[in-house]
């Protein structure tokens, strides 16, 4: 039986086919698939750009390779200019590929009549409930009872963790084999507490910049956790799924958002993510899930501690105050 040959030309014409197939629809149904959002996530139409020219570049090289790969694809041009597929096909493809060019230029240049952009709500406030507005991130501002749990738990060296991260210090732990603990935490708060722990003697505001320091990582490991995808290693609203969205996330370094509100507000706007706000007075778009459903409350309330930190923001004080 004889054995279909598919000659150069037909071979880069199918080649570009299938790589354009490919980043233009099998990306975005892969990353349906690996996110387990309910939309896909487009391909910027740079990148689509980037891989084509890349392309043509690859098949451009094995093509001129040799004189032999060069003849073997003009083959099929040469006989078709010649009218050897026939004059009629000829005629019909060379009229086709100016009228195909032109219509490009005219749908680039001809101006569009399109609905305007969705206004966004950045903070929505309707249904806001009062009683959040006075409240305060309970981990920016430890209780004395929490700094003494704290130190007492230092003393005897067996502080605590959230589960998140109990693993990965006790992996360290098991490798280094630490004195204590909190020589995990290279940082000056840290060194002092630790310092005072030898002596004997431990004062409170010591303690309390150890604690907030405990706080602060747990924080921005839950942070990781959960919200970097989004907003971005610098809370800059840059992460790596931020460009999927109708709107990218906020950026929390810009000085018109998050300091502009109070810490009441940023915990019930996390808690109740996009789904979970009142209808009234949108829209917001808003992609983020209702955390209130997967984190706890402490844990809500420490993703915001690292948030303003990392941003290096302070929350707006509420106006009673």
Not at 104 to 114: C, H, L, N, R, S
Not at 220 to 247: E, T
Request: aromatic share 10%.
């Amino acid at each position: 039986m004889k054995k279909l040959k598919i000659g150069s030309f037909l071979s880069v014409v199918i080649t570009l086919l299938i790589v354009y197939s490919l980043v233009k629809w099998g990306i975005p149904a892969v990353s349906r698939e690996v996110t387990t959002l309910p939309f896909p996530l487009p391909v910027p139409g740079t990148l689509m750009f980037f891989y084509m020219v890349l392309t043509l570049v690859a098949l451009f090289l094995m093509v001129t390779f040799s004189e032999e790969g060069l003849e073997d694809f003009l083959r099929p041009v040469k006989k078709f200019l010649r009218g050897g597929y026939g004059k009629i096909p000829r005629a019909v493809i060379m009229l086709a590929i100016p009228l195909l060019a032109g219509w490009q230029a005219y749908e680039i240049t001809v101006p569009k009549v399109e609905a305007p952009a969705a206004l966004r709500i950045q903070h929505p406030s309707s249904n806001f409930p009062k009683s959040f507005e006075a409240k305060k991130n309970p981990f920016a501002n430890p209780t004395d009872a929490d700094i003494d749990a704290f130190v007492e738990q230092a003393k005897a060296n067996e502080v605590e963790f959230i589960p998140q991260v109990q693993e990965d210090i006790d992996r360290w732990s098991e490798e280094v084999d630490p004195e204590h603990i909190l020589e995990f935490f290279p940082v000056a708060p840290m060194k002092a507490l630790l310092a005072q722990l030898e002596s004997g003697t431990v004062d409170e505001e010591t303690a309390k910049a150890a604690l907030l320091e405990k706080n602060l990582f747990e924080g921005r490991a839950l942070y990781a956790m959960n919200c970097r995808a989004c907003h971005g290693d610098s809370v800059a609203g840059d992460g790596p799924m931020a460009d999927g969205f109708k709107l990218r996330p906020i950026n929390f370094t810009d000085n018109g958002t998050v300091e502009t509100i109070v810490e009441g507000y940023t915990f019930w706007r996390v808690t109740n993510g996009g789904p979970g706000l009142p209808t009234e007075a949108t829209p917001w778009d808003s992609a983020m899930p209702e955390w209130k459903l997967s984190l706890t409350e402490a844990e809500r309330w420490k993703i915001i501690l690292a948030e303003y930190d990392m941003a290096q923001k302070t929350p707006r004080i509420p106006e009673a105050h």
